[in-house]
């Protein structure tokens, strides 16, 4: 782990397994809660000097940028080593945290706002930085999540503290490292741990003043429970179960290969991803063949191979989970058009799966897989779609499949999620705001507004 600019080891380490063999590849840090607070600490003391000066922080965040373009293959190699995805995915991940990094670095704060100036007074309202903010990261995206929250938290002049998740350790110490060169001691540090005690060290520490957490919606919940006696923010990222809704005007052969792209983007384990698709009676058909030929053509395989298009799921349970809810739709009397099972091979591998007769009860429409499978439900009636839609606990992102986007723009803000998108999904971008409804979420991340949720308002009054 990484404090105060140092590297730190710990008592006890955990074991990194790689998901396309289910083998050990490293150990990590097993955190303690003694270096909690020297990390916490370390936080306190840099704040003091680090929100002082807006240029310096500018020009750290386009140096780590450039460190991170330097290093970004050392970057891809551990995280596919570790989390599976292919190489180039990978890549992407990495230029990904740099592009945030520079966006906000270029990003003019605009301080302060004048309400009034007039005769009788003058009152200018400031954006501070709360202090020193725990960023909680989810195995998905183990760097690209890590990127955006801290150069979010980074910009306005708080310090950071990064907690990965055990399944994805390694790459994310190494981006604080790197970081690290550029960064004055205490602005950007990590720890590492297994156990939930960690994360429950973190949001209740007395120095933390910040948490912006990415992750499931029930370990969300407990997370802002533990912030509440102590008034922390909070941000939730949380859970999805994203609904697509193709409309009778589309055309199956256009759409077919975008569709299949946004809900097995990541192999499926993204939170933002397509997770049911609803479809006209009178398309469904042709839809399913089309999706379940992009299914059947993927080429599933280890990361590190160059024509991988899918790699495997993370872990074990993830696994599990994903073969639970496909085996569970099948007994109920779902159908697999392509997919189905797990492939002969170790590791924790499934096959790309497109299930049709599928009906809104079933367990793989009601819940988030979090995997590479997918339920085609058809509708008569488009209001009966739109219903059915939103008849979920989640609001986290929806889309519209249309060859008029004008009319799709129109039916996606009937969909309740932070995000509607209009013929593409799972689009996420440094200036626009990215935020869930519902169980999805609370807060908001990405442009201006996500700088916002790691500040406090602060109004200066002057009689005249």
């Not at 790197?178 to 973190?202: H, M």
């Not at 932070?418 to 013929?423: D, K, L, M, Y």
Request: aromatic residues 6%.
């Amino acid at each position: 782990m990484t404090i105060d600019g140092h590297s730190v080891k710990a008592d006890r380490t955990f074991e990194v397994v790689n998901p396309a063999t289910a083998r050990r590849v490293a150990d990590a840090p097993e955190c303690a809660p003694s270096q909690v607070d020297d990390v916490m600490e370390a936080a306190v003391r840099a704040f003091a000097s680090w929100k002082v000066d807006d240029d310096a922080r500018r020009r750290a965040l386009r140096a780590g940028a450039d460190e991170l373009d330097a290093a970004a293959h050392e970057l891809a190699v551990t995280l596919t080593a570790e989390h599976g995805k292919p190489l180039r995915d990978s890549l992407r991940e990495v230029a990904t945290a740099a592009t945030w990094f520079r966006w906000y670095a270029d990003l003019d704060l605009g301080e302060p706002e004048i309400v009034e100036d007039s005769a009788a007074r003058r009152i200018a309202v400031y954006r501070r930085p709360l202090g020193p903010a725990v960023a909680i990261t989810p195995w998905n995206y183990p760097i690209q999540m890590a990127g955006k929250k801290a150069a979010q938290a980074l910009r306005p002049g708080n310090t950071v503290v990064v907690k990965p998740s055990p399944y994805t350790p390694l790459a994310t110490l190494k981006f604080v490292e790197i970081l690290q060169r550029v960064f004055p001691p205490g602005v950007l540090s990590a720890v590492t741990g297994s156990s939930n005690d960690l994360g429950r060290w973190l949001t209740e520490h007395p120095l933390t003043r910040k948490v912006s957490f990415t992750g499931s919606t029930g370990v969300g919940k407990l997370v802002a429970a533990s912030a509440v006696p102590d008034l922390k923010r909070v941000t939730l990222e949380l859970g999805g179960n994203d609904a697509a809704i193709v409309l009778d005007d589309a055309a199956p052969e256009l759409i077919a290969k975008e569709i299949f792209a946004r809900a097995f983007v990541n192999c499926g384990q993204t939170c933002a991803a397509i997770k049911r698709l609803y479809v006209p009676e009178q398309l469904h058909e042709l839809v399913v063949d089309a999706l379940a030929e992009y299914a059947r053509a993927a080429v599933v395989g280890n990361g590190m191979e160059s024509d991988t298009e899918l790699g495997p799921l993370n872990n074990h349970p993830q696994q599990q989970l994903v073969s639970e809810l496909v085996d569970d739709a099948l007994r109920n009397g779902a159908r697999a058009a392509a997919g189905g099972r797990r492939p002969d091979t170790e590791g924790y591998f499934y096959r790309p799966t497109i299930l049709t007769d599928v009906d809104d009860g079933m367990r793989i429409v009601n819940e988030e897989q979090f995997g590479p499978a997918l339920p085609v439900l058809s509708y008569r009636h488009l209001d009966d779609a739109i219903e059915r839609a939103n008849n979920s606990n989640y609001g986290l992102g929806g889309s519209v499949w249309t060859s008029d986007p004008d009319r799709g723009a129109e039916i996606a803000r009937r969909l309740d999620c932070g995000t509607a998108w209009v013929n593409t999904h799972a689009i996420t971008l440094p200036h626009q705001p990215f935020a869930g409804a519902k169980w999805s979420g609370m807060g908001v991340e990405n442009g201006r507004w996500g700088l916002h949720d790691f500040t406090q308002l602060q109004a200066i009054h002057t009689a005249r």
